[in-house]
């Protein structure tokens, strides 16, 4: 659980920090002598995550939202040490050569520099007591899926 909190706090700081509309206003600036500020001559996906595309953060922004991201996990109760462990999963996913997820880790910059943002700015963070990582209901969900999961492959 407290990974996808992780991935989800990342995603929620970005929106935060109004990343997407900085790079819109960016993208909008660039074609201000164009006729059209979206040009449809290219794929989706090279247009909005291809190197140069509209959804595409630059390393600075995905450092701010790295380290807010570990806030909002520790305001919101959680090991912010998550946000590490999440990282390593991506790191290993990294060296899996899959291609979708090198294309979305492609995005980004480097695993082990995100890491020393981020335990740079857990070293900043005053100690809590009673952290966690998961919660019982999640657990519970968890389980549910599980279940669900195993009586379905047993009808096959």
Known sequence: E???AAAISHELAHQELSHALTMW???VN????QKFVLSFDEEWDALFLGK?????YD????????????VILYKAKYDPRVMISYLQILKKLE????SSVSSML??????????????????????????RLTTNSFSEIKAILKNAEMKKEKKK
């Open 95 to 98: 060296q899996s050569n899959l």
């Open 25 to 27: 206003r960016r993208k």
């Open 2 to 4: 407290g990974q996808l």
């Open 52 to 56: 140069n595309g509209y959804l595409v």
């Open 30 to 33: 660039a074609s201000r002598n």
């Open 106 to 131: 492609s995005l980004h910059p480097k695993s082990s520099d995100r890491e020393t943002w981020v335990r740079d700015q857990q070293l900043q963070l005053p100690p809590v007591k009673d952290l």
């Open 59 to 70: 390393e600075g922004m995905e450092k701010e939202a790295d380290l807010l991201a570990t």
